[in-house]
């Protein structure tokens, strides 16, 4: 992991996001990029208005991420590599432009932003950018806190592509805190016996996790989010895993009514696996 981009609203919420984000960085090395979308406010209004020229605008944002930044290397002795990056567009295209451009490993968001409509704009991007699925993703909320990720819930449906590549973030995470993998499978075990005997999902599965300390579980409620965060809640995880594939039931998850849904939102961070 050698790069993490870090998009910010300014809110308090995503000011928790960028926290989160120093303190993976910390731990593997990785530079940190904070980054800002705007665009040019829109009136309705036939009255004569005053328009902020773009350089003015971008200038204050450029300035409000080189604050954070210096924080940041205040409280961490300079230790961190910080770039401040602000962008004028949509900030899901901005967003997954950079991931490009910048060969970025990782991307920690937050979910809520400060006020409503905050909340309604951050919680959006969010959700787009993972559904994009071009690059994995950490959520969290203003609940979360950092700490070392011990027990990972990967919640699977059996109809993921257990690519090396996707898999790859997830067990960066486990090689770097030792971290044990529930494979959650929230399909009836009945199913889950049938796609295990393919050797196009099991053994694919299995080859993926070769190496990790991991062990299989079944769901035994019928609602999807209920039985995640059931399953979660009892093993006390620290993190939950999923693959939002176009194909993958869990796909469904990742719209704006249920992912606030999830108790992951409250004191458990998301990690959405990219499907490029």
Same mark, same amino acid.
């Given at each position: 992991m050698k790069t993490i981009l870090v998009p910010t609203d300014f809110s308090d919420n995503a000011r928790n996001a960028v926290n989160y984000a120093v303190e993976i960085a910390k731990l593997t090395k990785a #530079? =940190? %990029? =904070?980054?800002?979308a705007f665009h040019i406010p829109v009136t309705n209004s036939d009255m004569p208005v005053g328009v902020i020229p773009i350089e003015a605008i971008e200038k204050e944002n %450029?300035?409000? =991420? /080189? +604050?954070i930044m210096k924080e940041i290397q205040s409280k961490n002795n300079d !230790?961190?590599?910080?770039e401040c990056i602000c962008k004028m567009g949509l900030a899901v295209d901005e967003i997954t432009e950079m991931v490009k451009t /910048?060969?970025?490993d990782l991307v920690v968001m937050s979910i809520r932003g400060a006020n409503y409509l905050s909340e309604? =704009?951050?919680?959006?991007? $969010?959700t787009a950018l993972i559904r994009k699925g071009c690059c994995p993703v950490v959520?969290?909320?203003?609940?979360? /806190? @950092?700490k070392n990720i011990k027990k990972i819930v990967f919640a699977s449906d059996y109809h *993921? %592509? @257990? +690519? *090396?590549?996707?898999m790859k973030p997830l067990k960066d995470f486990v090689e770097l805190f030792k971290s044990h993998v529930y494979v959650f499978n929230v399909v009836s075990e009945l199913e889950a016996v049938s796609f295990t005997g393919k050797a196009a999902t099991g053994n694919l599965l299995e080859h993926s996790l070769k190496g990790t300390d991991y062990t299989f579980h079944f769901s035994e409620q019928e609602d999807v989010i209920e039985s995640i965060n059931t399953f979660a809640a009892n093993k006390k995880a620290d993190m939950i895993v999923m693959i939002p594939h176009k194909h993958s039931l869990l796909k469904n998850i990742f719209n *704006?009514?249920? $992912? /606030? #849904?999830? !108790? @992951?939102? $409250?004191h458990i961070p998301l990690l959405a696996l990219h499907t490029c």
């Open positions: #530079k =940190l %990029i =904070l980054f800002h %450029i300035n409000r =991420l /080189k +604050d !230790a961190l590599n910080i /910048k060969s970025i309604i =704009l951050m919680g959006s991007i $969010t959520v969290i909320n203003q609940n979360v /806190k @950092f *993921e %592509i @257990f +690519d *090396e590549s996707i *704006e009514s249920n $992912t /606030k #849904k999830m !108790a @992951f939102h $409250t």
